[in-house]
């Protein structure tokens, strides 16, 4: 059972916009913090945007005003709004999860995230 599932990557041109998404599995209690990360060819893993419980977000630098993270807190589901996309931002995007309540963390299996120029 894969304990998370985003969706939503693809191609698209320079300037334009993708919104990933997140599904938690129901069986992971306790989920804290949320978070995209992404890794592109050849580099290390970064992280994009963080969530917390209660909601206050954090972004690299790379993509402050351009991307958003949010949450649904009821299906505990985690979004990431990518607009003005650029080259850079190619890479495979993965959700994460902090179950602290339980002392576990999730990863996905990440989606591909392709910008052409």
């Known amino acids: 059972q894969e304990m998370l599932v985003e969706s939503g990557g693809g191609l698209v041109q320079t300037g334009g916009s993708l919104r990933l998404s997140c599904e938690v599995s129901?069986?992971?209690?306790?989920?804290?913090?949320m978070a995209w990360y992404r890794q592109a060819p050849g580099k290390q893993r970064e992280l994009v945007a963080t969530i917390t419980s209660g909601g206050s977000t954090n972004y690299a630098d790379s993509v402050k005003g351009r991307f958003t993270i949010s949450r649904h807190s009821t299906s505990n589901r985690v979004y990431l709004q990518m607009n003005s996309l650029k080259p850079e931002d190619t890479a495979v995007y993965y959700c994460?999860?902090?179950?602290?309540?339980?002392?576990?963390?999730?990863w996905g299996k990440g989606t591909l995230v392709t910008v052409s120029s």
């Open positions: 994460y999860v902090d179950a602290a309540g339980i002392g576990m963390d999730y």
């Open positions: 129901a069986s992971i209690v306790s989920v804290d913090d």
